[in-house]
């Protein structure tokens, strides 16, 4: 079974190995790859049954209407607000994507991150490249016996909290939903303004909903222990910046993030302002476990809606 | 009870905490605090029955058989190697030492090493620093599913063992004695001409000793895995510098160590040229927790032996 045409929105050359373009062209009769901006996409839609997008591309209500053989969506990622799947479901076209494929990523680069700033990593190095090896000097501490705090424990949180176990931190969570299993393994729950004035590190793992925006707001801001480190990997709008930058003021409390395009230039500059912000690029998601994991998936789901066995579908 | 004369050797102002100072001062009747160099050893030794002394301080048969009075030698470290434990033995004398103070703090920073390198860290900050935030151009991967060995499975190798089972590496050692403890939690012993082809990372743990010096030898060191990441966070006379130099100039494996004073300036400059080999500063065990281990246990050790229940005791 093959698609008889598949369009391809958003996905520049570089995003797929070779190897996964290969395959792509080989599950539809034709492809066609367009950019986010393409004035030919209204008119290539309207014979495809395929279409896949990268983020940032809209399929509304509309785009949908005006594409009648549409059969199935995949998006190239996790996040797929930009696309109407209830409508979608109306009109019983699968949309797809790509859940999970950065859990290990983004839980290491955590450990990283801590470890990077408590140890003084950084500064060690550069220290001892220009040939001072003295150990003087350094105020580190471990992450063993802290209490670690994980806001939200779903496919990433969940991961840094066992990996914070194998450290030996004592791990508290809260999250919508108890977890009873990882309960089990000596995690343990606590309500979320009980949890925060606690926690030494803390990690947000939320997805961004309505609910979820403003999740740290100033009042838990405040509440946040001295000399804590607070990491977030999720969207930097789960954090009210204007609270985070009054407390980041006071010096004494740590926040580390990695910045995608989530924030302004203006808030970005502020942020970058403080010692005790660090701020990374986007590399929770880009081992070359996750890109192989991603592009794996993504081929994987279209080849699976072939087959009639729809894997990855979320409507 | 208390020692009636405490000799301190070679231990600096800042070494210890002014609450363990007190706590010492409270343990003699009197107390005199020398350095290493000092001419008046020999005379304040006369009538000293406890003698407390730090790194690179020498404690041999000669001192000891002057020093009359004596019952006990404390080391402010781990390695006793200065001090003539046999004799002293022989004298009635106890020696003790502080194992495993810095057992997390090394087998922490192992991980935050590793991290920072497979991950990029420092570059990342970096580029963000001056504004550049893209994901591109990082060619990192994660520790999960990747042979783990280590070498030597004592304190602190059990201990980076431990914690790489967390992050879901395939955990693999060779140790002079099997560890069925550890193999049951799922670390696989193997032979160490079989292990060291075998790893994606690896980690040194091993005492140095007659036997252990150049482990790491020419042949062995041949036989690293390419793109493999080895650790050593003990003593560098493990390693052949020479061949490590052969194969660092290749450039398909990374060396990473913290560096006291063991090697020469020679050599320190030598490695030092290459990129694919990152030298740290000795922090492995300067943590706060490690710092405060260490004092309670070198005080602990004096207090225990005057309640007639020694504790470390090493001969």
Chains 1, 2 share one sequence.
Request: hydrophobic share 35%; with cysteine; proline share 2%.
């Amino acid at each position: 079974m093959k698609f008889n045409k598949i369009v391809m929105i958003g996905i520049g050359e570089t995003s797929l190995d070779s190897v996964y373009w290969r395959k792509i062209d080989a599950l539809g009769e034709k492809v066609v790859k367009l950019s986010k901006d393409s004035s030919e996409i209204e008119k290539q839609l309207m014979d495809a049954d395929c279409l896949v997008v990268g983020f940032g591309v809209k399929v509304d209500e509309n785009r949908i209407k005006n594409s009648p053989k549409l059969k199935y969506i995949g998006m190239l990622g996790t996040g797929y607000g930009n696309i109407d799947a209830n409508y979608a479901n109306s009109k019983k076209i699968a949309v797809t994507n790509i859940p999970g494929y950065s859990r290990e990523a983004v839980a290491e680069l955590v450990f990283g991150m801590i470890l990077d700033h408590i140890r003084e990593l950084e500064r060690a190095k550069q220290r001892a490249r220009k040939g001072d090896y003295s150990d003087s000097g350094y105020f580190v501490s471990e992450i063993k016996g802290k209490t670690f705090g994980i806001i939200g424990l779903g496919r990433n949180g969940s991961r840094v909290a066992e990996i914070a176990l194998g450290f030996g931190a004592d791990v508290r969570y809260w999250s919508r939903n108890r977890k009873k299993e990882l309960e089990s393994k000596g995690i343990k729950f606590e309500d979320i303004d009980v949890l925060i004035p606690k926690c030494d590190l803390l990690s947000l793992h939320l997805a961004l909903t309505r609910e979820t925006e403003n999740f740290l707001n100033e009042k838990r801001i405040e509440k946040i222990k001295n000399d804590a480190v607070v990491i977030n990997t999720s969207p930097m709008e789960l954090v009210n910046l204007d609270a985070l930058e009054k407390r980041l003021v006071k010096g004494d409390m740590t926040f580390i993030l990695d910045h995608s395009d989530e924030m302004s230039e203006e808030n970005l500059r502020k942020l970058s302002k403080y010692k005790n912000c660090m701020i990374y690029p986007p590399i929770g998601y880009i081992t070359k476990e996750a890109r192989i994991a991603k592009q794996d998936i993504f081929v994987g789901n279209m080849e699976n809606f072939l087959k009639g066995s729809p894997t990855n579908k979320v409507n």
